[in-house]
């Protein structure tokens, strides 16, 4: 014979159940239907039901008939309460019916539709945290006798391993549905918009690199979307199902900065209960985005250009090397060869970073996208708000063109959010827009100015314009300015630039 658990039930069983419980091939009506037959089986009962109750409409429907009119079951559902099926989902105790034609509880209605003579049932309910969630029967037992209350002990077990079955697959359809819902949500979210050339070319250099491993420079001003470029570049290649860490260099101090990224060791210094995986970890196969990159002190520059250079890197107070196959993006708001030339971000870990360099376009240079990117967060804001007719008045969009968006895109975003909220909640008005009637740059024109200073104040600020866009690089500006470097050369040391 084989040996028993404390339930009663035979170990062979509990291993057979457990092989099912861990399979990602079965479905859960596949695997439903295996515990019941081989319940079925082992218990030498002639039919047997698996119900669930549908709390909605308060009814119990068959997920598993077995038996030779187990089709002609399942055509059947049971109110709560109604027959012995209903009495043990409504009070959630098993029941124990020797002779059912001596029980007022029975309801022969199934019985007497199929054919099927029942004399004994024993019927127990599936419980999840003590909250009813269907009924597992058996009927007769084949050799005539009747269910014992070893047998609702033996049943009350299976019952309990069905219910984790049924908990499980719909833990993983709800984690399913809200992985595909946040997947959805951040598309939406992390969107980069706009149809102007500045922002395809980047677009189109970030897919280039999407599939490699090659570590990518983002620079370009505070709200232009240096992380939605990030995201755009994961998403887009072989590392997307892999996570992406992001973390700011700027929030936190150097001792907290490299304990997020490299983790500690418990008891490495007062604090550290317990072992803490960095960001290098947990960013393992995928990607870690560093903003605001130069904000990183000195010091840190040199740890983070070790891990670098030499591939592994230790936690705080450990030993062990740690090797992680991780794609770097940085990105920055500051013009990197200017804090070289003051000492403050180090020339080699630049050159590790700057193996492909891209530059997010700010939103003066590419107006054409307002009236898109306005519509687009206006139409995010209306879904959140419930005004589904909500426009931009022809005024506003005018403000808004002939702004200079010093916040670039996120400034927008923050300026529709406003109107929507602080608006009349039909139509968006100049008046509702928290932004000047008129901030176009203007270098040079100074009431006051004669024409020479006036001419050398439009060349500084037009030079210093130019080179802030091209992020310092002299021979880009000198080509979006059409003329010669050595010019411009010229012009930077007369203006001190």
Request: aromatic share 6%.
């Amino acid at each position: 014979m084989d040996a028993k658990t404390a339930h009663g039930l035979p170990i062979s069983y509990f291993r057979e159940i457990s092989t099912w419980l861990q399979s990602s091939i079965l479905k859960q009506d596949e695997l439903l239907e295996l515990i019941i037959n081989s319940a079925t089986r082992m218990m030498a009962a002639k039919a047997s039901s698996l119900l669930l109750l549908d709390e909605k409409s308060n009814k119990l429907f068959f997920k598993v008939a077995t038996g030779e009119k187990g089709s002609a079951v399942r055509q059947f559902q049971i109110n709560v309460g109604e027959g012995i099926v209903g009495y043990v989902a409504q009070t959630g105790e098993p029941l124990l019916i020797p002779d059912v034609s001596l029980d007022p509880r029975w309801d022969k209605r199934i019985s007497e539709h199929t054919g099927f003579k029942t004399r004994s049932i024993a019927c127990v309910p599936m419980k999840v945290d003590d909250r009813v969630i269907g009924v597992v029967e058996l009927i007769d037992k084949e050799n005539g006798t009747s269910f014992t209350q070893e047998d609702i002990k033996m049943l009350l077990s299976i019952a309990d391993l069905a219910s984790r079955a049924i908990h499980n697959a719909r833990e993983i359809d709800h984690f399913k549905r809200e992985n595909k819902d946040l997947k959805e949500e951040l598309s939406s979210k992390y969107k980069i918009v706009g149809d102007s050339k500045s922002i395809q070319t980047v677009i189109f250099d970030a897919l280039k690199v999407a599939n490699s491993k090659t570590t990518t420079l983002i620079l370009g001003e505070s709200g232009t979307g240096k992380e939605l470029l990030a995201r755009l570049i994961h998403q887009s290649g072989h590392r997307k199902t892999m996570p992406l860490i992001v973390l700011n260099c700027a929030a936190l101090p150097e001792t907290l900065l490299e304990d997020e990224l490299f983790g500690h060791e418990k008891g490495s210094y007062t604090g550290a209960i317990g072992k803490k995986v960095g960001k290098f970890e947990l960013a393992d196969d995928g990607t870690i985005f560093l903003d605001e990159i130069a904000e990183m002190s000195p010091g840190m520059q040199a740890k983070l250009l070790r891990v670098l250079q030499e591939g592994v890197f230790y936690r705080i107070g450990g030993t062990e090397p740690i090797t992680v196959d991780v794609r770097i993006i940085a990105a920055t708001n500051r013009d990197l060869p200017k804090e070289i030339a003051k000492e403050k971000f180090r020339e080699d870990l630049f050159y590790r970073l700057n193996v492909v360099q891209l530059q997010m376009p700010p939103l003066r240079d590419r107006r054409e996208d307002i009236p898109l990117l306005a519509k687009y967060f206006l139409d995010m804001f209306k879904v959140e708000t419930g005004l589904p007719n909500l426009v931009i008045s022809k005024d506003a969009m005018d403000k808004m063109m002939k702004y200079n968006w010093p916040g670039n895109v996120r400034e927008l975003r923050n300026a529709i959010e406003r109107a929507v909220v602080m608006g009349n909640r039909h139509e968006i008005m100049p008046e509702d827009l928290p932004i000047g009637a008129h901030e176009m740059e203007q270098p040079g024109l100074e009431f006051g100015l004669t024409l020479k200073d006036a001419l050398d104040k439009f060349k500084k600020e037009f030079v210093k314009i130019n080179l802030d866009h091209t992020g310092g690089n002299r021979s880009k500006a000198a080509k979006v300015m059409d003329i010669q470097r050595t010019y411009l050369s010229r012009l930077i040391s007369q203006y001190n630039l």
